[in-house]
């Protein structure tokens, strides 16, 4: 059975950092790209950052270049999303997704909490 779950979200102060990590099972996690969105309460879900199946290369959101890194480990099934710098405005739930060019299959985490705060 397909699984993605995320963890690492948690409650965290305006500057702070917080690694979320996405560990997958059930498919081969090597042959997929790997995203993380975000949803900000009231707005749409957005993507975040993307990874290739290789990891090669790595997309940002504009809002979130130059604070946050994604990477993965395909030995672990695993992707990772650092992030410095935080803003309340990046709270938010935010999610993991795999997805290929060849295939129709998507796969999406439940989500983890992401809170900034003082």
């Known amino acids: 059975q397909v699984q993605l779950v995320e963890s690492g979200g948690g409650l965290v102060q305006p500057g702070g950092s917080l690694r979320l990590s996405c560990v997958a099972s059930?498919?081969?996690?090597?042959?997929?790209?790997m995203s993380w969105y975000r949803q900000i309460p009231g707005k749409e879900r957005e993507l975040v950052a993307s990874?290739?199946?290789?990891?090669?290369?790595?997309n940002y959101a504009e809002s979130m270049k130059g604070r946050c890194t994604i990477s993965r480990d395909n030995a672990k099934n695993t992707v990772y999303l650092q992030m410095n710098s935080l803003k309340q405005e990046d709270t938010a739930v935010y999610y993991c997704?795999?997805?290929?060019?060849?295939?129709?299959?998507?796969?999406w985490g439940q989500g983890t909490q992401v809170t900034v705060s003082s």
């Open positions: 059930g498919f081969t996690f090597s042959r997929f790209a």
């Open positions: 997704k795999a997805y290929a060019t060849w295939t129709t299959q998507i796969y």
């Open positions: 990874i290739p199946s290789t990891g090669s290369t790595t």
